[in-house]
Each structure stands twice: as C-alpha cells, then as structure tokens.
C-alpha cells in the first residue's frame, strides 16, 4: 500500500512536470512568434504567473493544493484563464463550433444544477425524516457496523479549558 502511494506521487510529479514543460515551451514559441506584442496574451501570461506564485504560495503554508476554497478558487481562475484561447483555436476552425460548444457546456451545466439540487433535497429530506421521526431511521446508533460507531470513544479528547 505504501509502494502505491509513491507510485502516485511520481505519476502526478511527472504530469505536472510535463503540463509546466509544455507551458514554458508555448511561451517560448509565442516570444519567437512575436504574439506577445499583443496586450491581451501578455496580460494573460502575468495572470497565469500571478496563479502560479498563489499556488507556490499555497503550498508554502501546507494548504492542500487540490481541494478546498482557495485552491479550488486558483483552480477555477486558470480554468477562466483558458477560455480565451479555446475560443480562439475553435474561432479559427469553425465559425459555428464555438456556438455548439457553448450549447453543449450550457446543457452540461443545468444538468448539473439540476442533480445538485436533486441531491440537496433529499440529503435534506432525510435528515429531516431522521431528527422527527425515529421509525424511518434506517440504521440505528445501536447497530455495530454503523457508520456512528466509528470513533472509538464517546468523549471529547481532552477536558475544556479551565476557566
């Protein structure tokens, strides 16, 4: 079990090695390009910088990089930061595909909204139906292999601070 969390460690360095090769090749061949003369891809560059100093900056004050709410904000502002260079590459292919596109991550999304309602109102039903009326619980405090019964006391850790 150890040996498979290494493996996944070195699989996630080398695909984050590979993602920062192929940004700095990209920036390499823009400056050659000359495109980053234009405001706009330049601004996008520091941005992206900016993001990438929040995430060093994460990391230096041990803060998971992949899940809570200022990593998932960084993540969410490099996705942003994308945007702009998909609908470039599907502007210069097809006219009409950035219109699909956007059709079909519309439909994705309230599709998504929807489930995420589904599941809201019935965690919400449930706990509900849980607190009033005992008879709908589905498993009780009592069983051994309920998901309860997991801690192993039934007090706190330590005693309340003094007053």
Request: proline share 5%; no cysteine; glycine share 8%.
């Amino acid at each position: 079990m150890r040996y498979l969390g290494v493996m996944v460690r070195k699989v996630l360095t080398a695909a984050g090695a590979l993602v920062a090769g192929f940004h700095v090749w990209l920036f390499v061949s823009q400056l050659g390009d000359g495109r980053l003369a234009d405001v706009s891809v330049l601004a996008r560059w520091g941005v992206a910088a900016g993001l990438g100093v929040a995430l060093w900056y994460l990391r230096s004050q041990n803060v998971p990089l992949f899940w809570g709410r200022k990593a998932v904000a960084i993540w969410l502002l490099a996705a942003v930061l994308h945007g702009p260079s998909l609908s470039d590459r599907l502007a210069a292919v097809d006219t009409t595909a950035s219109a699909e596109v956007a059709a079909v991550m519309l439909q994705v999304a309230a599709g998504g909204a929807w489930l995420t309602l589904l599941v809201l109102a019935a965690v919400t039903l449930r706990r509900r139906a849980y607190a009033t009326n005992p008879w709908l619980r589905l498993v009780s405090h009592e069983t051994p292999l309920s998901i309860h019964r997991l801690r192993s006391t039934l007090v706190a850790p330590r005693p309340p601070p003094a007053r």
